[in-house]
Structure formats: structure tokens, C-alpha cells
């Protein structure tokens, strides 16, 4: 009986500690592995949002871009990292419900391997053209895609991103035929459709928002049900081409899963907090961001219901990692 009466004191004792380190968090920098490459959508918003957390738990906040392998690699170091609060993901969909879907062997699980925090905002998108191009706007391109099958080339992010799901399905309901040029992350894929070397591409507005406005890019539609009030000009796709085409992402932040409850509702509500502040939300409109915050069910919900989602689609198009 002697080493149980030793081992009660001891569990005990260790309660107690876990306890006192829970009450005191964060008690160092908190560490987010951003797998994407920076200056995308999801690592401003992750910047403007996490700047906004640390002056309200005076803690610094580090952003660590890990792009690469359409997110796998960085999205590991997440999943296996120590589940004490000090490392955490922020994530777009495409990580969470798309890639898994395109993948045979993946070293983590989307479900089993993350504990969701928040929703934090869903990415508006556009159709984006390069200035030497003559479209104005996705019927154009439906017509010279029409007129030269296979011979338009579109960037992408890389194999199972978003830009490549939404044009694979921008495709597929209009009948047409692209090719295919994926890049190591959204960021080059858009500079280099601005720079004239691939003609078209699909983004979230957050990547190429300043280009835009800057005239370095053309925004010649927008996947929302209507036009958006950053750009009153540019139409949306369903109004110039294929009427009921919508498409969205969304940004989320994550922590290995075995994070303490506690811990994880800390965070949940400082993203709650952070994004209801007034600045943070108008610097986040003006990208193209629409404010979400989310419980963790909620999000664990909402990841369940997109894989299966695009499970489905992935099959029904019949779209291969490449």
C-alpha cells in the first residue's frame, strides 16, 4: 500500500501544478505556424488578428510561415507539437477539409490530431486577371476558353488549394478546358499573374486586394451572391457567366489536440474579442474578410460538414493531387 500513499500526494501535487500553469497563461510568447506563404490571405488576417490578442493578454504573438506540400508540412509541426497552448495553427479550409481529401497517405488526421479554437473569418474571392490580358470579366474568359480549349493557363496555390478547387469547378460549370499551374503558395501564384506570366487565377481578396487597387491586377469578377462594396464596379461571376457560381474560404485557429479545455477557451475567447474590436474588423472588410468567430464546436462542426462536402466534389470532378 506504501507506493499507493506515495502516488495519491503525487497526482496530487501534479493537479495542483498543471492547474497553477493553466491560471497563468500565457505566461511566454505564443508560437503560430501559418502553412501558407506570407502575405496570403490567411497570414494578414492572422497578423492583424493575433496583434490585436497580444495587446489584450500582453503576450507577444510569433507567426511562423511554413508553406509547402499544399500545407502538409507546416499543419504536422501543429499536430505534433506540445499540447500546451504555446504552439498553434491558423489554418484555412483548404488544410482542414480539401487537401485531406486529396491525399492517400497523410501523417495526421484533420479530426483526431487538432482541437478547433474559432472560426475567425471567411475569405471573400475573385477572378483575377493579368493587365495584358483583354478580360473584363468571367464571361471573356468562358468565350476565349471556348474558342482555344486547354490553351488559357491559370495559377494556383498548388495541387488541392483553393485557387485550384475553385477554378476546377469555375471550369466545370462552364463547360470549358484550362490548364493547370500550380505554384508553392497563393502569394506567387498571384505575383506572377500580375507580373503577365500566367494570364489568370482565382484568389482570396486578402492576397490581392492592394494589387488591385494599385491597378497591377485586374479583378474582373467576385464569387459572392452580390457585388461587394470595396469594389461596387467589378461584377460577380454568377451575373456575368454562370449564374449561381459561389465560392468562399475561411480562416481558423487551431491547437494540438490534448490542449487543455481551459486553455482552449481562453484563446477561443480572445479571438472573440480580438475580432470584435472595431479597427480590427474594418482593417479586415477592407481586405475582403467577413468577421466569424465561432465556438469550438462550431468549428469542429463546420470542418466535419466541408470534408465531407469535398469528399464529394473531388470525386464528382474527378480532381487528382497531380
Same mark, same amino acid.
Given at each position: 500500500? &506504501? /507506493?499507493?500513499?506515495?502516488? $495519491? #500526494?503525487?497526482? *496530487?501535487?501534479? !493537479? %495542483?501544478?498543471? +492547474? =497553477?500553469?493553466?491560471?497563468?497563461?500565457?505566461? &511566454? /510568447?505564443?508560437?503560430?505556424? $501559418? #502553412?501558407?506563404? *506570407?502575405?496570403? !490571405? %490567411?497570414?494578414? +488576417? =492572422?497578423?492583424?488578428?493575433?496583434?490585436?490578442?497580444?495587446?489584450?493578454?500582453?503576450?507577444?504573438?510569433?507567426?511562423?510561415?511554413?508553406?509547402?506540400?499544399?500545407?502538409?508540412?507546416?499543419?504536422?509541426?501543429?499536430?505534433?507539437?506540445?499540447?500546451?497552448?504555446?504552439?498553434?495553427?491558423?489554418?484555412?479550409?483548404?488544410?482542414?477539409?480539401?487537401?485531406?481529401?486529396?491525399?492517400?497517405?497523410?501523417?495526421?488526421?484533420?479530426?483526431?490530431?487538432?482541437?478547433?479554437?474559432?472560426?475567425?473569418?471567411?475569405?471573400?474571392?475573385?477572378?483575377?486577371?493579368?493587365?495584358?490580358?483583354?478580360?473584363?470579366?468571367?464571361?471573356?474568359?468562358?468565350?476565349?476558353?471556348?474558342?482555344?480549349?486547354?490553351?488559357?493557363?491559370?495559377?494556383?496555390?498548388?495541387?488541392?488549394?483553393?485557387?485550384?478547387?475553385?477554378?476546377?469547378?469555375?471550369?466545370?460549370?462552364?463547360?470549358?478546358?484550362?490548364?493547370?499551374?500550380?505554384?508553392?503558395?497563393?502569394?506567387?501564384?498571384?505575383?506572377?499573374?500580375?507580373?503577365?506570366?500566367?494570364?489568370?487565377?482565382?484568389?482570396?481578396?486578402?492576397?490581392?486586394?492592394?494589387?488591385?487597387?494599385?491597378?497591377?491586377?485586374?479583378?474582373?469578377?467576385?464569387?459572392?451572391?452580390?457585388?461587394?462594396?470595396?469594389?461596387?464596379?467589378?461584377?460577380?461571376?454568377?451575373?456575368?457567366?454562370?449564374?449561381?457560381?459561389?465560392?468562399?474560404?475561411?480562416?481558423?485557429?487551431?491547437?494540438?489536440?490534448?490542449?487543455?479545455?481551459?486553455?482552449?477557451?481562453?484563446?477561443?475567447?480572445?479571438?472573440?474579442?480580438?475580432?470584435?474590436?472595431?479597427?480590427?474588423?474594418?482593417?479586415?472588410?477592407?481586405?475582403?474578410?467577413?468577421?466569424?468567430?465561432?465556438?469550438?464546436?462550431?468549428?469542429?462542426?463546420?470542418?466535419?460538414?466541408?470534408?465531407?462536402?469535398?469528399?464529394?466534389?473531388?470525386?464528382?470532378?474527378?480532381?487528382?493531387?497531380?
Amino acid at each position: 500500500m &506504501r /507506493p499507493l500513499r506515495l502516488l $495519491v #500526494p503525487a497526482l *496530487a501535487l501534479l !493537479a %495542483v501544478s498543471q +492547474a =497553477a500553469a493553466q491560471n497563468s497563461y500565457p505566461d &511566454r /510568447p505564443i508560437k503560430m505556424i $501559418v #502553412p501558407l506563404a *506570407a502575405a496570403s !490571405a %490567411v497570414d494578414v +488576417a =492572422a497578423r492583424i488578428v493575433t496583434q490585436k490578442m497580444a495587446d489584450n493578454m500582453g503576450q507577444q504573438f510569433v507567426i511562423l510561415n511554413q508553406p509547402g506540400a499544399s500545407g502538409l508540412i507546416g499543419a504536422e509541426q501543429v499536430a505534433r507539437a506540445e499540447p500546451d497552448g504555446y504552439t498553434i495553427g491558423g489554418f484555412n479550409d483548404s488544410i482542414m477539409t480539401m487537401v485531406p481529401n486529396l491525399q492517400s497517405k497523410m501523417r495526421w488526421d484533420t479530426l483526431k490530431d487538432f482541437e478547433p479554437v474559432s472560426l475567425v473569418a471567411t475569405v471573400e474571392w475573385g477572378l483575377i486577371a493579368s493587365t495584358t490580358t483583354s478580360f473584363k470579366s468571367a464571361a471573356d474568359l468562358i468565350a476565349a476558353a471556348k474558342a482555344a480549349p486547354g490553351k488559357i493557363d491559370y495559377a494556383s496555390g498548388g495541387p488541392g488549394s483553393p485557387q485550384h478547387l475553385a477554378m476546377a469547378m469555375f471550369a466545370s460549370a462552364a463547360g470549358i478546358t484550362l490548364t493547370h499551374v500550380p505554384y508553392k503558395g497563393a502569394t506567387q501564384a498571384a505575383t506572377d499573374v500580375a507580373a503577365g506570366q500566367v494570364p489568370v487565377g482565382f484568389q482570396g481578396l486578402g492576397t490581392v486586394a492592394a494589387l488591385v487597387r494599385g491597378g497591377q491586377l485586374r479583378l474582373i469578377g467576385v464569387t459572392t451572391e452580390r457585388r461587394l462594396a470595396q469594389f461596387p464596379d467589378v461584377p460577380t461571376v454568377s451575373e456575368s457567366g454562370l449564374p449561381g457560381f459561389l465560392f468562399n474560404s475561411w480562416f481558423a485557429i487551431v491547437a494540438p489536440t490534448g490542449t487543455p479545455r481551459e486553455i482552449v477557451a481562453r484563446l477561443n475567447a480572445e479571438v472573440v474579442k480580438a475580432v470584435g474590436d472595431a479597427e480590427v474588423r474594418r482593417k479586415l472588410d477592407e481586405l475582403g474578410f467577413a468577421v466569424r468567430a465561432s465556438s469550438s464546436d462550431e468549428l469542429r462542426t463546420l470542418t466535419r460538414e466541408q470534408l465531407a462536402k469535398y469528399a464529394r466534389l473531388i470525386k464528382e470532378m474527378g480532381i487528382a493531387s497531380e
